[in-house]
């Protein structure tokens, strides 16, 4: 009964021994796999501040560029209002020529009226 129990013990024992290396194969396979998963979080990682200081860069170039936007938008309004002045002013200045051409017409004729008096018989 003892070679029996024996032989048991042996084909438990090498049984255990199979399914031993099986779950060290498992174990492997799963380190193996915890490993690959682990670079690749450490590489979306790196990606992810990648991002963050491209998102950064991007902010501060949109609030750059919509500074200046607000910048050219104030200068349009002022150029505006500078145009709108030196419309106004050409409008008076013209006016103004023109009643100065009206008055410098009636002198010359005023003059030419006295200059036909003084030369006539």
């Keep these: 009964m003892?070679?029996?129990d024996m032989a048991t013990l042996q084909a438990e024992l090498a049984q255990a021994q199979e399914e031993k290396a099986?779950?060290?194969e498992k174990i492997a396979a799963y380190e193996?796999?915890?490993q690959q998963l682990h670079w690749e979080l450490r590489k979306?990682?790196?990606s992810q501040e990648?991002?963050?200081q491209?998102?950064?860069s991007l902010q501060e170039r949109l609030w750059e560029l919509s500074s200046q936007a607000q910048?050219?938008?104030q200068l349009h309004q002022d150029s505006k209002q500078v145009l709108a002045t030196r419309e106004e002013e050409l409008v008076v200045c013209k006016v103004e020529l023109a009643f100065l051409k009206e008055e410098l017409s009636k002198a010359t004729e005023q003059v030419q009226d006295r200059?036909?008096?003084h030369h006539s018989p």
């Design 50 to 52: 990648q991002s963050k």
């Design 44 to 46: 979306l990682q790196g």
């Design 54 to 56: 491209e998102t950064r």
């Design 115 to 117: 200059n036909g008096q």
């Design 71 to 73: 910048h050219l938008q």
């Design 22 to 24: 099986k779950q060290e």
């Design 32 to 34: 193996e796999q915890r």
């Design 2 to 4: 003892q070679v029996q």
